[in-house]
Antibody, heavy 122, light 108 residues
Framework: QLHLQESGPGLVKPSETLSLTCTVSGASISSSVYHWAWIRQPPGKGLECLGGISSGGSTSYNPSFESRVTISVDTSKSQFSLKLSSVTAADTAVYYC??????????????WGQGTLVTVSS | EIVLTQSPGTLSLSPGERAALSCRASQGLRRSYLAWYQQKPGQAPRLLIYGVSSRATGIPDRFSGSGSGTDFTLTITRLEPEDFAVYYCQQYDLSPQTFGQGTKVEFK
């Protein structure tokens, strides 16, 4: 059973970098043909995808975030990570790590972590 | 970027009734790359439908998706109490993928 778990600070100061990690269990991230991604949801609002990565490290970012976002993968730890720089209050959201659905292809999201709330505040 | 507009914003219905949720795209999808998700309070979204009309694993057959081009519909034939939630559509045909703003299905 695939399980994704987000971890990281729940509070980040404005202008700093938000860093989150997703730990994957129940499936091998290194041998995976799937893409993995980060999706966020501001309080009371809808969903937006920041970007994604393959197990081989190929990334694709939402142009709205491309100048601030970095997604990386560490297959040895079965983890992938998100860094979002120069955060403001508008980046306050629940952040979800997700895995591509099956069957392939297509970047739709079949497995979700429980989400972690990150608040940007001084 | 493709903008998805969902309507209505809120749907007030009773258990046993039929729900029809609309998702309209600002430009036509070339491929059948549209998904629907259900989200309950405090929970992560759950995939219901992918590829416009294919049900994800474990999704009851009272949920169905249809449509093409710019107009798509999620239909719930007979609402069960556990179906009252927020529903989002997502297009993954054109990058960046985008989501609609959601339709809330609430108890009447």
């Amino acid at each position: 059973q695939l399980h994704l778990q987000e971890s990281g600070p729940g509070l980040v100061k404005p202008s700093e970098t938000l860093s989150l990690t997703c730990t994957v269990s129940g499936a091998s991230i290194s041998s995976s043909v799937y893409h993995w991604a980060w999706i966020r949801q501001p309080p009371g609002k809808g969903l937006e995808c920041l970007g994604g990565i393959s197990s081989g490290g190929s990334t694709s970012y939402n142009p709205s975030f491309e100048s601030r976002v970095t997604i990386s993968v560490d297959t040895s730890k079965s983890q992938f990570s998100l860094k979002l720089s120069s955060v403001t209050a508008a980046d306050t959201a629940v952040y979800y790590c997700v895995r591509q659905g099956e069957p392939l292809p297509g970047w739709y999201w079949g497995s979700w972590g429980q989400g972690t709330l990150v608040t940007v505040s001084s | 970027e493709i903008v998805l507009t969902q309507s209505p914003g809120t749907l007030s219905l009773s258990p046993g009734e039929r729900a029809a949720l609309s998702c309209r795209a600002s430009q036509g999808l070339r491929r059948s790359y549209l998904a629907w998700y259900q989200q309950k309070p405090g929970q992560a979204p759950r995939l219901l439908i992918y590829g416009v009309s294919s049900r994800a694993t474990g999704i009851p057959d009272r949920f169905s998706g249809s449509g093409s081009g710019t107009d798509f519909t999620l239909t719930i034939t007979r609402l069960e109490p556990e179906d009252f939630a927020v529903y989002y559509c997502q297009q993954y045909d054109l990058s960046p993928q985008t989501f609609g703003q959601g339709t809330k299905v609430e108890f009447k």
